[in-house]
């Protein structure tokens, strides 16, 4: 490794707040697979962004968790979603300056690599690998807590109802205001099942439930949830 990505590395371990007694895990999840066309020293992070990204979806779904009662799973898993996407990583990276400290070719380096949204989601993914190997879940949840910040409060925001949800992110995103349709009603009169399509931003969603505001509710949800919004 040159002086140069040594220091750097060093300088991020100041920012992450935690020192790798394993530094070879730390130089990995700071490897892109274009560093050195083939013929590198060390492995690239592909390996450790695997277990990263497990990590990542356990801290998550564990803070989700720890929120108040009122989360109930449909609430959680668009919220779960929201942090751990690659580009809720990749802000988290630069929030970190991992960009600084990775190994890239230097074709990758020349386009931008370094900034890039992949590759910064990807490198994330590694380090919490890496400090998960290096210094436990707990290592793992500083760097999460800490560089997650904007998304975890996000996150914790209070449930909305779905259907008031939708309707002021189409108001606010200068939409028409959500529209809703029956498509069908199927089932005994004991219990029925709706079918209820809702249109709202350019999208269309279907939602179903054993009441046509049931039904109303979840299409409502899914068209947040494929605007990368949550209620």
């Known amino acids: 490794m040159s002086q140069d990505l040594q220091s750097e590395a060093s300088a991020l371990e100041a920012r992450l707040g935690y020192e790798f007694r394993n530094k070879a895990l730390l130089h990995r999840a700071l490897t892109h697979s274009s560093h050195g066309d083939g013929r590198r020293d060390t492995p690239d992070n592909e390996r450790l962004e695997f277990l990263g990204d497990r990590v990542l979806g356990l801290l998550a779904a564990d803070y989700l968790f720890g929120l108040e009662e009122g989360f109930d799973e449909g609430d959680m898993a668009p919220r779960l979603n929201a942090l751990v996407r690659k580009e809720a990583c990749a802000r988290a990276a630069r929030a970190a300056g991992l960009g600084q400290a990775l190994r890239l070719s230097r074709a990758e380096e020349g386009?931008?690599?370094?900034?890039?949204?992949?590759?910064?989601?990807?490198?994330?993914?590694?380090?919490?690998?890496?400090?998960?190997?290096?210094?436990?879940?707990?290592?793992?949840?500083?760097?999460?807590?800490?560089?997650?910040?904007?998304?975890?409060?996000?996150?914790?925001?209070?449930?909305?109802?779905?259907?008031?949800?939708?309707?002021?992110?189409?108001?606010?995103?200068?939409?028409?205001?959500?529209?809703?349709?029956?498509?069908?009603?199927?089932?005994?009169?004991?219990?029925?099942?709706?079918?209820?399509?809702?249109?709202?931003?350019?999208?269309?969603?279907?939602?179903?439930?054993?009441?046509?505001?049931e039904a109303e509710r979840n299409a409502a949800r899914e068209i947040l949830r494929l605007s990368g919004q949550t209620a």
């Open 111 to 213: 386009h931008g690599g370094r900034d890039k949204t992949s590759i910064l989601g990807d490198a994330c993914e590694a380090v919490l690998g890496a400090l998960y190997l290096d210094g436990g879940l707990e290592a793992a949840r500083a760097f999460f807590t800490r560089f997650w910040g904007d998304a975890l409060a996000q996150a914790a925001r209070p449930v909305v109802e779905p259907k008031s949800a939708l309707q002021e992110w189409a108001q606010g995103a200068g939409f028409d205001l959500p529209r809703y349709r029956l498509v069908e009603r199927t089932g005994p009169d004991h219990a029925p099942v709706f079918v209820v399509e809702a249109m709202a931003g350019g999208r269309t969603a279907r939602g179903t439930g054993s009441s046509k505001q």
